[in-house]
Every structure is written in C-alpha cells, then in structure tokens.
C-alpha cells in the first residue's frame, strides 16, 4: 500500500509549521508537504503535481479566499479547513 499524502495550505508560517509538526508526530507513516499560502500558488502546485489524499485548507490566504483556490484548482483531495 503506498503511504498516504498530506497537503498544507497556509499562509501563516508558524500556523503551517505547527500543523506539519502535530500531522506528522500523530501519523509518522503520512507525507506531509506545506505549499505556499496563496491561491495563486497553490492553483500552480496543484497543476503540475499529483493531487494529495488529504489537504488541510486555511480559509483565508494571502491573496483570497480558498474556495476560489477550490474552483480553479478543482482538487480532488478530501479537504479538511482550519482556521
């Protein structure tokens, strides 16, 4: 079975750093990858790489909102938003 992935969409450093940090000590087994905490930059990431399993999703970026990262982006990842 191939390991599980993680996506982190944050805008707020230490926020995406402590949510990394607490993913990864309660599931050593996942891969965890924090991506920029823009639309714009996330809309990027999402079209050249595979989409992860599960992406925890900030509600507010720095440059809007992420339902219009969800609209462009159409991620195919279960989503899980902390705010």
């Known amino acids: ?7 982190i969409i944050e ?3 230490p926020a995406a750093r ?3 940090s607490i993913i990864t000590r309660l ?11 823009s639309v714009e930059d996330a809309i ?3 079209k050249t790489q595979p ?3 599960i992406l925890f999703l900030d509600i507010q970026l720095s440059d809007g909102n ?6 462009q982006a159409r ?4 989503i899980v938003f902390t705010t």
């Open 18 to 20: 402590l949510l990394s």
């Open 44 to 46: 990027a990431w999402f």
């Open 75 to 78: 991620p195919e990842s279960m």
């Open 66 to 71: 992420s339902f219009l990262f969800i609209e």
């Open 27 to 37: 599931r050593p087994d996942w891969e965890v990858t924090v991506l920029p905490g």
């Open 11 to 13: 805008d707020e450093v």
């Open 1 to 7: 079975m191939s390991k599980l992935t993680a996506a």
């Open 51 to 53: 989409h992860p399993d």
